[in-house]
């Protein structure tokens, strides 16, 4: 049945084209021509790159008098800014993602390093009052967790030594 339609082809440069369907069909890869022969208008699902542009083709059945599909009309339109833009908007994307996961590293690095710096000093005065050196107080100025803890571990250093203190006495 499709070989008994002609496809007529407008291209950019005003040219006709006349073609058998059975040749339209290999040219338009993917696409088929039952749904315009069928009388329902279509498009190529993508666009295709030609001569550095990007097209979308859409085609319409022609019918004659009678209601009969006797031809298809190709028009293309122009989709390279869309596809550029496209282009550009998953690079912009790209972009953001690994500017995010760059930023992510670094937070996460200096919360870590804080964190390693006040544990570090805690266990030092711990060790210190392990030893019996109950003068020198935790120097932690954070209102984090670690702040609370050293917090608690100065009262408790305050207490131990009047503890002392009064058993001394």
Known sequence: REGNYMIIIGHKDGS??????????QKTKGFSTHT????????????????????????APIKNSSGE???IAGMDKSMTLFVQMKEYLILGILIADIAIILLAVILTFII????????KIIKTQLQKMTD?????EIQVKSKDELGSIAESLNLFRKTTACIIQRVKD
């Open 69 to 71: 599909v006797v031809a």
């Open 112 to 119: 870590s390093k804080k964190i390693g710096d006040h544990a």
């Open 16 to 25: 006709i084209e006349k073609t058998s369907a059975v040749r339209f069909t």
């Open 132 to 136: 019996g050196d109950l003068m020198n």
């Open 36 to 59: 315009v022969i069928g009388g329902e208008f279509a498009v190529d699902p993508d666009p295709i790159l030609d001569e550095g542009q990007y097209y979308m083709t859409g085609y």
